[in-house]
């Protein structure tokens, strides 16, 4: 931990890492939820659906380590536990017990949807605090705005292969 680093952040430190490691948590969530979607999910579009899910789990891995990364230079520990994730969510997990494409897609656009929502409060949050927090959930936030629009891409491509 940079003592600089940190000195600089214009809030409560612990309090801005407690949000984050509630951020982390929604990403290993986010991570899995697209992982297994990728492997569970039935129907046409299937494979497009896949790719991008398999892609959009990778992302949001490497959100997972930003935000770890940013964590440990505030001087916090990220959250060690896995089982605590479900505790320190924003958006919660959506169990893919229904792997018909359109339940896939439709669960994870309301997760993206949150994400956004949770990355655009953080943004306010850390603004004129922050900046380097405040860089680093921007560029979260414009990956997640950019999976929501995928996601309602091919949501829409399915649409029009059912009517």
């Known amino acids: 931990m940079g003592t600089k680093g940190r000195m600089i952040v214009g809030m409560d430190v612990d309090e801005l890492i407690g949000l984050l490691n509630k951020a982390l948590s929604d990403e290993w ?6 992982w297994i979607g990728a492997k569970v999910v039935k129907g046409p579009t299937k ?34 536990e896995p ?13 893919p017990s229904d792997p018909f494409v359109r339940m896939i897609l439709e669960q994870n656009i309301k997760g993206e949807r949150c994400a956004i929502e949770t990355y655009n409060k953080l943004m306010a949050i850390v603004k004129d605090k922050d900046p380097i927090t405040y860089n680093m959930v921007l560029t979260i936030i414009s990956q997640e705005v950019e999976h929501e629009e ?14």
């Not at 790719?51 to 940013?70: K, P, S, Y």
């Not at 089982?83 to 169990?95: F, H, I, P, R």
């Open 29 to 34: 969530l986010a991570y899995y939820q697209y």
């Open 47 to 80: 494979d497009a659906v896949i790719t991008e899910l398999v892609q959009h789990a990778t992302e949001e891995l490497g959100h997972a380590d930003m935000i770890a990364l940013r964590i440990m230079q505030l001087g916090g520990t990220p959250v060690l």
């Open 83 to 95: 089982k605590e994730w479900y505790n320190l969510t924003n958006c919660g997990y959506d169990v």
């Open 150 to 163: 995928d996601l309602q891409s091919l949501l829409e491509d399915l649409e029009v292969i059912l009517k």
